[in-house]
């Protein structure tokens, strides 16, 4: 009798729990995140986790071999972790779309990057906010914009030639290209024009920007002697300087002096945007717009210089549009439809050394890729780089071809993404392809050039790509006889 009590206790206890039992049972079946598994791979040590072996790995431009023995080790899909955050790294077409369209994740900036040029840039604010602050800028961006600027990068581009380049032996392209692209979006942007006062202050925030720009992803310990506490020094000089033109603009947009349309500066005043977001963007679009762009130059040349074949199209293209202008007159919008092989040129480029090297995301919530969970607060780290260099993709990846790019349907969706995607897509692609069009046009009409002795053309990352020595050249002028050209 006693054990039919026992049993019959059991029994009875189980079919109470029993509701409970399915609710658990249900609900984690329902929580499907929870049952899935965090990405394979390992965080590394403590702390410093992978930061450091990754910005070794930069420097040495053996980056993409790193995160290649990552994706063989773990798949497209791995754990790692940088920059004090446990992070996801994607590789692939299919994660590219993941990390460009996932409302679960929203953009992010390395902390030392925040620091320098702020935290409220259009890369920090989400929804309706993102919306109003990239409007105001692709006010500036957008073709019909850029369009208007042809005259005025050309008039830029000849004058920096004139006075960078014309007369002398040899050239160090990269940092003559970031000087170039800093005027030309300081004019064009900013209106920090040729005038005396506009002068002087972009020669100050040149200065202070090329120190900045090459703590974007440094380790951010602010101690003395450190890279970041010498690029923190710079920002906080740049941004005061910054804070001299706004005032200087709102003077004048009071006074009736200016209007909207005259500049990005006054036109987020007159947009009613905080001071500090202003100082925030301009330092944001300053470090987006100049370096990125000098690299496209810099790396165009120096593989035209290893592919004579692609020079020698590039070149008759060039020539052949030179050859419709009058002395002294500038390119048009018409002219530059006309670059089709050497925009393919500057592509093909883009893909084998793209300027942003690889973009982060963080994880607003717990979130599924690829069979696995990111959890909330999770850094993502997608590699511009693996996606161009996948055979799979470009065959043979290695080989310099841009007639890979003479069909650009050609190449599958998320394939090629140097200017990223999604509706944080790159707003300044068509000036950085203008730009890029003009210089590339007016140098090699003007100039022959070959690497300097001792210039290997070899390169490394902070996170921009950094040619050694500059990328030094020897230029000798084109004679056209008597034309000006
Ligand atoms: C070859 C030159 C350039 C390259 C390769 C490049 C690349 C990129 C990339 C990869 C992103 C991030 C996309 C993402 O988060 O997924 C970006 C964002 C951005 N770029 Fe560029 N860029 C270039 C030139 C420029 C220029 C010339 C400007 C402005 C004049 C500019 C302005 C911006 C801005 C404002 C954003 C932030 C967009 C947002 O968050 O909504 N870029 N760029």
Redesign the pocket.
Known sequence: MEADSMTMAIVAAFLVSLPVLYRLLFASAGNKTSRKALPPGSFGLPVVGHTLSLLRALRANTAEDWLRRRAAAYGPVSRLSLFRYRTAFLVGPSANRF??TSPALT?MNSEAFSRMVGRRT??DVVGDE?ARV?AM?VQF?RLDAVKRHVAGMDAEVQRHLDSHWRGRGSVAVMPSMKTLTFDV?STV?FGLGMSRDGADVRRELSAEFQQLVQGIWAVPLNLPFTRFSRCLAASRRGRRAVAGVIEERRAKLEQGESSPADDIITHMLSKGLPDEEITDNVM??MV??HD??A??ITFLLRHLDANKDAYAKVLQEQEEIARRKAAGEALSWDDLCRMRYTWAAAMET?RMV???FS?LRKALQDVEYGGYVIPKGWQVMYS?NMTHWSPAIFPDPGRFDPARFEDPSAIPPYGFV????????????E??KV??LVTVHHIVTRFRWKLAAGCDGSFSRSPIPYPSQGLLIDIEPIDHGNTSR
Do not use: D
């Open positions: 990390v460009f953009t259009v890369r993102h990239r800028m961006l979006m942007l944001f679009l987006a717009a990125t762009t690299a496209l883009l793209p300027p942003a973009m511009t140097p200017f990223g995607g999604g509706a944080r897509i790159c707003p300044g692609n000036f950085a730009e890029t």
